[in-house]
């Protein structure tokens, strides 16, 4: 459990702080009854002692054990023990632990009941001065690879390096554009979500040689300067900044530092590049407005209005399995665009892609015959049928507000029963409350059922439904739980899954994968 946990946070200390202080399951590691019983256990020893009862003690403690395996809440009761990857790292980490719990109860001091329940204590302490210690030379090597990483690119001078950040949408832009330049030029982008300077370094020195044209680094960031070190690396010639919202704002501090930060990519471009805006995001509209260098605004227009939008999508139709739409440059309509992706958010990340493309000689033609090659990518807005012939709809890579409105937004185009199932969202600080609270008026407009797979902000979230002046269904469940209700939805009804935790439950149910029409 704690190397699961300590893994999805990145072995960084801050995100797992975040989640010990802003979630319910976070709290609960520590002031949970499991763990209010073991203090008041380890507490009640010396009083045992005092009166010469330990027998009774021992019962005490086998009790707390049987109460921790059939705990209702627990892990182990619904069959979810969380495993981790297994790396090297996590595999050398997990032995040590083992050796460590084995011998300090081969060597026990005291009574061995009582040092169970320390050793038990003791283990996350443990853990994490092993990550603490593995740091040290994971440094060490990590800087050998990053400087290794930047002499290979001051030598390709010739490569064009595009530079993509934002609270979301950068990973879905960047592989948007990778399809479509890649219709006519030698382009490398960095792998999956390696957006870190450790991952761009590897990409760099793996895939990136002096035939490469294009190199598109995605850039991921939970604090001020982080940014401004990857562009120090690849030196972006184009920046594109896909959006600010809260998502990480816990870990920045506040919205007016995320904004700081994804900006640090927009100071990096030299005077003779350009940078890439979202006018359908008010943040990063503010910052184009903010910039006085070369910029490009692009947008989604809701209403097929003309706007000061460099590039702008225009009269949108979206089905259950595709999206079309106009593309409009400067006001010169160039097309007809199509594509299998669906929701129509996505179209706000194929513009830079196609911006870009025709600036660089690619003629429309060429840029629709690569959109309709573009599919869903893995657990982002990815279809699925289930064996009742119901729409599963697959966006738990990341649970974020700009794409749980999406994903529920998307199942207004289904006729049937509309259900979301939503991993509540974390490291959105003090604005997280609101956030449910609009997700829940949005929910209660559009969807008949709604299906939390924990209970952080269930009340704003109810409160949110409530003001919608709609009664749907609202229920907390595990994933077995879930599973089952949507394994009993028909033909013509759709689920969204939002969320890490949501995916567990979607794996339980039978389905097949929609290549679209």
Known sequence: FWLHLWQIKEYRIDRLMVHLRE????????????????????????????????????????????????DKKSVFFERRIRIPEFTTKIVFIFLATCSFAFLMYIFSPIDIAFWVLIIDFLIPFFIAAQIILFSIPADLTRDITINRAIKKRENLKNLMVIGITGSYGKGSTKEYMSAILSQKFKVVKTKDTYNTPIGIARSILKDVNTKTKIFIVEMGAYKKGEIQFMCNMVHPLIGVLTAVNEQHVSLFGSIENTMKAKYELIDSIPNNGISLFNGNNQNALKLYRKTRKKRVLYETSYNNRGSIADIQARDIKVSAFSISFTVFLRGRNIGIFKTNLIGRHHIENLLPGIWIAEKMGMTSPEIKKALLAIFPFNKTMEPYVSSSHTVLIDDTFNANPASVHAGIEYLTVLKGKKALVLQPMIELGESAAYYHYEIGKHAGRVCTDLFLTNKNFLKDIQKGIKESKRSIRVEVLNQTEISYYVSNFSQDDGVVFEGKEAAGALSLIEKRKVFGL
């Open 23 to 70: 979630t319910i399951q976070g709290r609960s590691i520590i002031t949970g009854r499991v763990s209010a019983f073991r203090l008041l256990l380890i507490f009640f020893y010396f009083s045992l002692v005092y009166y010469n009862i330990l027998t009774l003690y021992s019962g005490l403690v086998l009790f707390f054990f049987i109460i921790v395996l059939f």
